[in-house]
């Protein structure tokens, strides 16, 4: 390993949720500077939310800084209680700031439509032929993969893995109190300096002082208050229908042989499934906003709709739905069929399930690490054991089903065919 060398001075990002993010390593500051870091200024964080929440304009470059602030502190904490090598610390403080590099425009909308994981491109990015790479190699040769480890969980130290990936992060605790300030809502928000203070190393990962039960309880509850006002909001989900739609749509116009009046030379490799990690780096939110002004004026009425209505905000209604009203669903699709209205693209269930406490339990397939308090004896015991808020939610899943569609389009239908659609819908004439 080659000795990282440290700045003449050390540099300070003002931030509004830190207050301040301090570098003091060159390794750091270099990364920062990188190209494919960069290019995170032009990812937001929160995808479509912003339409819901003007304010949450925030990128996922100052997320990341963020995050590397929360590790930087946390490995603070815990000098003198664990022993890390040198190595081991800059391998924290990396994989807490390169953990969301591998993100696409609009995020895991993107990946839902053309079927990849972000975090397969960021162990690609980390290992492949970019800046980055090369900035990590100047610690050791095989540096870069165990930063690519951490991040892939299969890092054979668990703490260092836990500290940016379990129930209680320097990935979660960012995004809570960090989405929570852009969007100006208060559940995200809870004691971070209490929770560090209570943190304690542990050889299977972090274990907090049982003094701290209640800053612990209290970031549970905001997270599933998050999830549920934020993360899920009906009117960000409507957003997300539309530009997964938006996708789908110049995807299949392409697969048809369609003729856009500007070749989309930028999503060509997504199209055909075969893309490079420099085609991927190209895509930015900026590239992606570009195209949809583009395909609102293109003949296609579908794609031309579609783009308009997301850069308008003019978006779908939503109704509650049922998912075991399989039935009622196939003939609102025929009906709007009949009425000459894609249902392909303008009928869609959007469903989304949280479980705000998942720990771990014996036998089940996917088995996610505890929160364990470590009491005055000693002993570990895990929180939902001694947390009667914690007990309670614990396992239980939320489920929420939407139908959404684009209620505009019935106004201008014939009333007989509006009425029939909307009286499936359950949906009245002032909605």
């Known amino acids: 390993m080659q000795e990282p060398q440290l700045l003449s001075e050390e540099k300070v990002f003002k931030d509004p949720v830190h207050r301040y993010v301090h570098v003091r390593e060159k390794l ?30 925030h990128s996922r470059f100052n997320h990341s800084l963020g995050v590397y602030e929360i590790m930087r502190r946390i490995l603070e904490t815990f000098e003198g209680r664990v022993q890390l090598t040198r190595e081991e610390k800059l391998l924290c403080l990396c994989a807490a700031l390169l953990h969301d590099v591998g993100h696409g425009p609009f995020s895991h909308t993107f990946e839902k439509v053309f079927r990849f994981d972000h975090e397969e491109w960021s162990r690609k990015i980390l290992t492949g032929d970019t800046e980055i790479n090369r900035i990590l190699r ?53 004691d ?63 697969d048809s042989g369609y003729i856009f009046e500007q070749e989309p030379r930028h999503y060509l490799p997504f199209f055909r499934g075969k893309i490079s990690l420099a085609d991927y780096l190209t895509l930015d939110e900026n590239v992606a906003f570009y195209y949809m002004g583009q395909w609102r004026l293109e003949k296609d009425p579908i794609l031309s709709d579609l783009c308009a209505r997301f850069m308008d905000r003019n978006l779908f209604q939503y109704v509650e739905y049922n998912p075991r009203d399989f039935i009622n669903l196939e003939e609102i699709k025929k009906l709007f ?30 088995e996610r690490i505890p929160i364990m308090l470590r009491m005055s004896s000693g002993d570990l015991v895990e929180l939902s054991r001694k947390s009667d808020i914690v007990q309670a939610i614990s396992g239980k899943r ?25 009286e499936r819908l359950g949906v009245m004439e002032d909605a």
């Open 192 to 254: 971070i300096e209490r929770i560090l203070r209570v943190m304690r190393p542990h050889e299977d990962g972090v274990v907090f002082k049982f003094s701290g039960m209640h800053a612990v309880e209290d970031y549970i509850m905001s997270r599933y208050q998050m999830y549920w006002q934020v993360y899920f909001h009906p009117v960000t989900r409507s957003a997300e229908v539309i530009l997964c739609k938006i996708f789908q749509r110049a995807r299949q116009l392409y």
């Open 28 to 57: 750091i500051w270099d990364l920062i500077n990188a190209r494919e870091f960069q290019r995170l200024r032009r990812i937001r964080q929160l995808g479509t939310s912003y339409l819901t929440f003007h304010g949450g304009e």
């Open 138 to 190: 100047t610690v050791g040769e095989h540096f870069p993969q165990k930063v690519a480890e951490v991040i892939g969980k299969t890092y054979e130290n668990k703490l260092i893995v836990s500290l940016i990936s379990s129930q209680i992060d320097a990935d979660r605790m960012d995004y809570l109190l960090r989405d929570a300030y852009y969007t100006g809502v208060n559940y995200g928000n809870f």
């Open 337 to 366: 069929l009949e009425a000459g209205i894609d249902p392909a693209y303008y009928v869609e269930v959007d469903s989304t399930s949280d479980l705000p406490y998942d720990f771990y339990r014996p036998g089940e397939e996917q």
């Open 398 to 422: 939320r489920f929420d089903h939407k139908l959404y569609f684009p209620y505009d389009k019935l106004m201008s239908l014939p009333e007989d065919a509006a009425g029939l659609i909307r």
